[in-house]
């Protein structure tokens, strides 16, 4: 089983900027694809950014140039560095991770969600 604990979020004015933070522990022998998706109410949950263990990255035309997903592997932790946030950025955030277990089945896991709110 994989646990995924999320930290970062919180009350931010327009303009400002959070870093988000998921670390992924558990019998993990490797990860593959790492990203951040959100979920604002009364909308559908959609991609924010994602990174293969690579390091491509992949961004939601809505935070391009803004927005910036990065991971730090030896710590199986993904972060998601946003600035110059909206209002429209407000939303509960979720981290996503697939990889293998050591006995080579494959994960998928979800953290918690942390709330991110942009207002003034």
């Known amino acids: 089983q994989v646990q995924l604990v999320e930290s970062g979020g919180g009350l931010v004015q327009p303009g400002g900027s959070l870093r988000l933070s998921c670390a992924a522990s558990g019998s993990i022998f490797s990860i593959n694809a790492m990203g951040w998706y959100r979920q604002a109410p009364g909308k559908e949950r959609e991609l924010v950014a994602a990174?293969?263990?690579?390091?491509?990255?992949n961004y939601a035309d809505s935070v391009k140039g803004r927005f910036t997903i990065s991971r730090d592997n030896a710590k199986n932790t993904v972060y998601l560095q946003m600035a110059s946030l909206k209002p429209e950025d407000t939303a509960v955030y979720y981290c996503n991770v697939d990889g293998h277990y050591y006995s080579g089945a494959l994960f998928g896991s979800w953290g918690q969600g942390t709330q991110v709110t942009v207002s003034s």
């Open positions: 990174i293969t263990s690579g390091g491509i990255t």
